[in-house]
């Protein structure tokens, strides 16, 4: 089912959870897109991000999602535990990332034990489970964490490559070079 546009709307959004933390912020991302969103650090970027799942509270403005909009969100810092003796096959199958082929930069990770994936290695498989899952938003808060510079080269590909697997993408990320070569567009969000 392809949802129609835009998939998001903010609108005046001031968003945090016992008090503001962000906004006001407006921003529309419609399908196809890929959307860069940066800012200062402390300025709220994973708090909007927050408001957008429902887990931060939209305090003043509006956000309107799609109707039956999916959501995929890989965050900057996903949980490993110490020992995790499943692989990156495993996850794929438990995201429910279907039969879509791996892409090159990928294959060497599916078939290791994911607590032995270095930390640029485990991010990079986590953006791939978050682009090929079910979805029609992905947002990426902090992608290119823990990357060397051969890792985030694989996230461009992957980037330019996912947009048949998805409706939208929203990166969050402080490295402008990257968000220039991977969005259409970017929004800044002030401190």
């Known amino acids: 089912m392809t949802i129609p546009s835009p ?3 903010l609108d005046g959004v001031v968003a945090g959870y016992a008090a503001p933390v962000v906004g006001p912020v407006s921003l529309t991302l419609h399908h196809g897109e890929v959307v860069g969103l940066t800012g200062p650090n402390g ?3 994973t708090t909007l991000v927050n408001a957008v799942i429902g887990t931060a509270r939209v305090l003043e403005g509006r956000l309107q999602k799609a109707p039956g909009l999916r959501v995929n969100v890989q ?5 490993r535990l110490p020992e995790m003796p499943f692989t990156g096959t495993d996850l794929l199958r438990l995201v429910d990332a279907g039969e879509r082929p791996v892409p090159d930069s990928i294959r060497p990770f599916v078939e290791r034990r994911i607590d032995r994936l270095s930390g640029g290695q485990y991010q990079l498989l986590q ?6 899952a079910p ?5 990426l808060d902090e992608p290119t964490t823990n990357m060397d510079p051969a890792s985030k080269r694989s996230l461009e590909d992957l980037l330019r490559a996912s947009h048949e697997l ?6 969050i990320s ?9 969005t ?4 800044r969000i002030a401190a």
């Open 184 to 187: 259409s567009r970017t929004a």
């Open 7 to 9: 998939l998001l709307e």
């Open 135 to 139: 979805a029609d938003l992905v947002i």
């Open 75 to 79: 965050r900057q810092h996903p949980v």
């Open 166 to 171: 998805v409706g939208s993408i929203l990166v």
């Open 174 to 182: 402080h490295d402008h070079a990257f968000l220039e070569r991977v």
């Open 43 to 45: 300025s709220g970027k």
């Open 127 to 132: 953006v791939w489970a978050c682009l090929s």
